[in-house]
C-alpha cells in the first residue's frame, strides 16, 4: 500500500523532511547502468512525462521545465509552488555550496554554465529565460554552423552563448555603501602574527580544551604514513568541535590547520547584506579576532565559493590543512545530517588526502545557547584517508566522504541518522 508506506516513513521523520508526494514506478525494477547504478535521470524524466500526463513540448519548454525541476529538488519543494520572481538565495535561502551544487547540476543535466558572480541574485525565470536562450542557440548551430574548418575539413564548432540580456541580474560594479566585500585573511599567515597565535594556542587554548572536554583521539596512525597537508572533513556538533582539532592533533600539525568559517553571521563585513557602520565595525572585530585566533577564513553563504576553493588552493600550497564542516551547522547528537555537495568539489579540486573523523560529545559541553564550556568527555576519531579522483563527481565524492565519516560513527549514531 503506498500511502501506507509513505505515512510509516512520515511518522518516523521530521515535519520538514516528510514526503509530500510519491509515484509508484510502473515496472518490476528501475532501468540501470551496466555496474548496476539506478539511472537517477532517466527515472526522473519518465516520472515527470508521466506526470504532464503524456504532454510533449519542444525542446527550449523541456530545457525550462528542467532548470524548474533542478531548482525545486535542491530547495526541496515542489516545482508548483516556484514563481519567476522566486530568488534563489532570499526567496530560498540558498547558501554558497548550495549554488555551487546548482551549478554542477545544470552543467551535467542540460549542459548549461551558469555565472557564479551573477548566481547569488539570480531568480527561477531569469534561469529558466537563460536555459531557454542556450537551447535556442545550440539549436542555430546545429542547423548551420559556420567558421573555419576543423583539422578534419568538417565545420570547427562555435561557442554558444547561454546568456540572454534580461536572463540573470548583471555584476555590481562594487558593494553598495555601507557594505563590505568577501576578503581573505591573508595577514594571518605573517611570522609575527603566526608566532603569536601558536604561542596563545599553546599556552592558553590546548590546557583549556583539555581541561573543559578531557578529550581522547583515536586513529592517529592514519597520518603516519601520509605527509601533510591534509584536508579533515568531520561531523559538526558544536563551537568546540575546532578546539578539538587544535589541542588533540601532533603539536607540529595543529598548529597548521585553518579552518573555514562561515559568513552567515557576518554578512555586512562579508559584503552580503546591508547594514550601518555601527554593525560593520561591530562584525570587522569579531572577524578580525576569530581570524587571529584560529587562523580562519571564510566560506561564504551566498557567491563567492570559488574564491574561497582557490584560497584553500592557496593555504595549502604554504603546507596547511584544511578544516571543513560539510553538514553546516550543528547538528545534535546523535545523528548526522547529509553533507552538501560542495565539500566534494573541495576534495576532488584540491587533490589532498580527505581524513575523514568523528566528533563526540562536544555538543554536551559546549551547546548552542552557552558561553562557557561545562565540564564533560569528547571523543576525535580519525579515518583511514580517501583520495578522490580528480574527474570525480562532486556528489559521487561527497557520498564517499559522508559515508566513510559514518562508519567512525558508533552504531547508535547511525541508527539515528537514518530517520534524521
Not at 38 to 67: C, H, N, T, W
Not at 386 to 393: E, H, S, Y
Request: aromatic share 8%; hydrophobic share 40%.
Amino acid at each position: 500500500d503506498p500511502l501506507a508506506a509513505v505515512r510509516f516513513a512520515n511518522e518516523r521523520l521530521l515535519p520538514r523532511q516528510r514526503v509530500r508526494g510519491h509515484t509508484l514506478w510502473p515496472e518490476d525494477d528501475f532501468p540501470r547502468t551496466v555496474t548496476g547504478k539506478v539511472r537517477k535521470g532517466l527515472v526522473r524524466d519518465r516520472i515527470l512525462a508521466r506526470e504532464r500526463d503524456g504532454a510533449s513540448g519542444a525542446g527550449g519548454a523541456a530545457g525550462v521545465s528542467a532548470a524548474r525541476r533542478l531548482i525545486a529538488s535542491l530547495a526541496r519543494v515542489r516545482p508548483e509552488t516556484l514563481r519567476d520572481d522566486t530568488r534563489l538565495t532570499e526567496g530560498l535561502g540558498f547558501a554558497s555550496l548550495d549554488l555551487v551544487e546548482l551549478a554542477a547540476a545544470f552543467e551535467e543535466e542540460i549542459g548549461v554554465a551558469l555565472p557564479e558572480d551573477r548566481l547569488g541574485e539570480a531568480t527561477v525565470g531569469g534561469l529558466e529565460r537563460l536555459v531557454a536562450s542556450a537551447a535556442s542557440a545550440g539549436a542555430g548551430q546545429a542547423a548551420g554552423p559556420s567558421g573555419p574548418p576543423g583539422p578534419d575539413g568538417s565545420p570547427a564548432p562555435q561557442p554558444v552563448s547561454p546568456t540572454q540580456p534580461d536572463a540573470l541580474p548583471a555584476p555590481a560594479a562594487g558593494p553598495p555603501a555601507g557594505r563590505g566585500s568577501l576578503r581573505m585573511p591573508r595577514w594571518t599567515r605573517l611570522m609575527p602574527v603566526r608566532l603569536a597565535r601558536r604561542a596563545i594556542e599553546e599556552c592558553v587554548l590546548v590546557p583549556f580544551v583539555r581541561f573543559h572536554a578531557r578529550p581522547e583521539i583515536a586513529g592517529l596512525e592514519h597520518l603516519g604514513a601520509l605527509r601533510p597537508p591534509y584536508l579533515f572533513v568531520p561531523n559538526h556538533r558544536s563551537y568546540m568541535d575546532t578546539g578539538l582539532f587544535k589541542a588533540m592533533l601532533p603539536r607540529a600539525l595543529r598548529g597548521r590547520i585553518a579552518p573555514g568559517m562561515t559568513t552567515r553571521y557576518h554578512r555586512v563585513f562579508f559584503g552580503e547584506a546591508a547594514g550601518s557602520r555601527t554593525r560593520r565595525a561591530k562584525e570587522w572585530t569579531q572577524v578580525r579576532l576569530v581570524e587571529f585566533f584560529f587562523n580562519v577564513w571564510p566560506l561564504p553563504e551566498t557567491v563567492g565559493f570559488r574564491q574561497s576553493l582557490l584560497y584553500a588552493g592557496e593555504l595549502m600550497d604554504h603546507g596547511l590543512s584544511i578544516l571543513i564542516f560539510p553538514e553546516g551547522r550543528h547538528v545534535p547528537e546523535p545523528g548526522m545530517a547529509p553533507f552538501r555537495k560542495g565539500i566534494g568539489v573541495f576534495a576532488r579540486d584540491l587533490r589532498a588526502p580527505v581524513i575523514p573523523a568523528y566528533v563526540e560529545g562536544t555538543a554536551r559541553v559546549l551547546p548552542d545557547g552557552r558561553y562557557w564550556p561545562r565540564l564533560g568527555r569528547t571523543r576525535l576519531v580519525l579515518g583511514p584517508p580517501l583520495f578522490i579522483d580528480p574527474g570525480a563527481d562532486p556528489a559521487e565524492a561527497t557520498r564517499q566522504i559522508e559515508d566513510a565519516v559514518r562508519r567512525l560513527a558508533p552504531p547508535a549514531a547511525n541508527s539515528a541518522s537514518r530517520t534524521f
